[in-house]
Structures are given as structure tokens and as C-alpha cells.
């Protein structure tokens, strides 16, 4: 089948794009766990803190023509959540929530912004209400962005069964609920009785469960390496940060070096026209001009008195022998030129 205009422009800026291929790298350097969904869609896994036991993914879209159009990736966060400040009814990240995609440039990095949309996360911990594209389901099954989004992907997610590798070795397998309890099949109908009626009896039974207990051992795993993570993260961004500053520092002095490159630049060029074969010649020609009519004023002088014939035969002799040495030099230099010309 043929493709329309609009595809055959889309897959050249797609093909032949060197900056957006830098974006994709910066992305996947942030977060190695990246899953590549379509060539302008990509999914980060992620947990947070302030909801532990749930899995979250963060969906990065480029619009067309990204990132030499200017125009921001678009940021979708999936389960579809509520309660949050950060997100519109279709689960995209508002472009005002962070300076980094209201103020998206050719010198942004996405992966920095990614890192930052999701620490904001935390901070306004969104309640999810909808399916997980990523941990819960397979890729085919993903929900389909609808109509009104900023932004659909462009090919159908290639299929997977199995989560990101990353969130099944960050999180061990919550036990199943059992179909019986033996310790409640052992009990007689009196005791199961005043278990319902002694509320704490029934809780002191409860925390005595091994299923009870296990779940709470699962759940401090979680906890323990939720907070790893966090630490982690947080320590990244501190180092970022340092690295951010010297790059600016270093962007500083660049800009100062190229400023006083361009004015020795200068420098050098005016020099340089001052000081060639022609510019010789025209003050050559000058400095015979000038001694022409300093003999031509001491003959005057001479013809109305002004100077007596002693002074004026040794200043004249003088100044007309200034004068043919600086012609005889100007022209050797006009014949040195129109040679040079010649032989090349």
C-alpha cells in the first residue's frame, strides 16, 4: 500500500533526525529499564515511595518533527490516576506542572525532565484508577489514547508477557490468599466464636497467621527497597546537579572565549589589511607625495625671499633626494607585484 504525504514526511524526520536519536540515548541513560513501545513512544517503569506495592509507568511521546520542531514530548502516566495536580483528565502531565517542558528547548534534556516529572510525582503522589500498561497487562492489551489527546502512538506496542525485568527484581511475589486456614480449621465453633466476639483476641490470632506474618515480611522488603531506591535517586540528582552547574559554568566561559576570539579576530583582520602588497603601494605612494611638496613649498620659499640661497640648495638637496629614493622604492614595489602576478 502507499503511504500518504503526511507518513512520508513523518518516517524522513524520523530516519534522519541526529538529534532526536540524542534525546532517545539521554532517555535511556537516565532509566536503563526503558521499554521501546513504537520509534516515538517509550515507557519508564517506576515506583514511588509514597505508594508502595504499585507500579507506575511514565509514557513518553514525541510529536512530530521532535525535537527540531520545539515543540515538548508529551508525558502520559499510567494507571490513570486521580487526585493530582499534575495531570489532565487524559493522564498527560500538564506542560505548566514543570519548568522543564513549559520551557522545552533545543538544549533540554529529556531524560532530566523525565527524572523530574516523576520525583514531582512523589510529591503529589497520584491515586491510580485505571489498569497498568506495562506490569499488568500485555503491550497489545494497552489502553488506546483517546481522541482529544495531544498525542497517539504510531504503531501498534510490540507484545510482551512478562513485566519490565527491573520491577520483578526490585519486588518479590506478594503470597496468594489460600483457599483454607488450617489454624481456623482447627479450631472448634466455641473458639472461632469468641474470636469474632473478643475484637482483640481475633487480632492477637490474626498477627499469628503465617500468611499474616509473610505478608508483613513481604511488605518490609518493599519498603526497604523502595527506600534504597529513593536514596539512590536522591543521591543522583544531588551529583546532577554538579554536573549541571559546571556545565553552565563551563557554557559561561565559552561564551567569554568566543567573544574574545572574535574581537582579536577583528584584531587580525584590520592588521592584516593594512599590511598588504597593496596597502604598502598606497603608502608608499603617499610618503612620495608628501616629499614632492615639501621640495615643492622649499622652492617657493626660496623664490620669495623667505630663505637664502645657502639653506635653501642644502634643504632642496635633501628633500628632492627623500623624494626619488621613496619613488625608486614604490616603483621596485609595483614592479615586485605585477611579477608576482604574473608567475602565478
Known amino acids: ?71 515538548p514530548p508529551k508525558l502520559q ?21 514543570y519548568k522543564g517542558l513549559s520551557e522545552w528547548g533545543q538544549g533540554s534534556s529529556l531524560g532530566l525532565v523525565a527524572f523530574e516529572v516523576i520525583k514531582l510525582f512523589d510529591v503529589n503522589p497520584p491515586v491510580p484508577i485505571g489498569s497498568h500498561p506495562a506490569s499488568q497487562r500485555p503491550f497489545q492489551s494497552m489502553p488506546t489514547l483517546s481522541r482529544d489527546s495531544q498525542q497517539q502512538p504510531q504503531q501498534q506496542p510490540q507484545q510482551s508477557s512478562k513485566p519490565p525485568p527491573e520491577l520483578i527484581s526490585q519486588h518479590p511475589n506478594i503470597p496468594s490468599v489460600p483457599d483454607a486456614l488450617p489454624e481456623l480449621e482447627r479450631l472448634t465453633l466455641e473458639e472461632i466464636e469468641s474470636l469474632m466476639n473478643d ?25 526497604k527497597v523502595n527506600n534504597e531506591l529513593a536514596r539512590k535517586n536522591l543521591d543522583l540528582f544531588e551529583s546532577i546537579g554538579f554536573i549541571k552547574a559546571e556545565v553552565e ?3 559561561t566561559e565559552l561564551v567569554s572565549g568566543l567573544e574574545e576570539f572574535k574581537g582579536k579576530e577583528r584584531e587580525l583582520r584590520e592588521l592584516s589589511s593594512t599590511h598588504t602588497p597593496e596597502g604598502l603601494v598606497g603608502k608608499m605612494e603617499g610618503y612620495v607625495t608628501e616629499a614632492d611638496e615639501r621640495s615643492e613649498e622649499l622652492s617657493e620659499k626660496f623664490v620669495n625671499g623667505d630663505v637664502d640661497f645657502d639653506e635653501f ?11 626619488h629614493t621613496l619613488a625608486a622604492k614604490k616603483e621596485s614595489l609595483e614592479l615586485f607585484m605585477l611579477n608576482h602576478e604574473f608567475n602565478h
Open 1 to 71: 500500500s502507499t503511504s500518504t504525504p503526511t507518513e512520508r514526511r513523518k518516517m524522513s524526520m524520523l530516519s534522519n533526525n541526529p538529534n532526536r536519536d540524542r534525546q532517545v540515548q539521554n532517555l535511556k541513560h537516565y532509566f536503563p529499564s526503558i521499554v521501546t513501545v513504537a520509534s516515538d513512544c517509550y515507557d519508564i517503569p517506576f515506583n514511588l515511595p509514597s505508594r508502595p506495592g504499585t507500579n507506575f509507568t511514565l509514557r513518553v511521546l514525541f510529536p512530530l518533527g521532535f525535537p527540531n520542531a520545539g515543540d
Open 77 to 97: 502516566l499510567w494507571p490513570r490516576s486521580a487526585s493530582s495536580q499534575l495531570l489532565d483528565k487524559n493522564g498527560f502531565v500538564y506542560p505548566h506542572a
Open 199 to 223: 475484637e482483640k483476641e481475633f487480632e492477637a490470632f490474626f498477627l499469628t497467621l503465617e500468611g499474616v506474618k509473610k505478608t508483613k515480611r513481604e511488605g518490609e522488603e518493599i519498603k
Open 249 to 251: 559554568m563551563k557554557q
Open 313 to 323: 640648495l642644502k634643504l632642496f638637496v635633501k628633500e628632492r633626494e627623500m623624494y
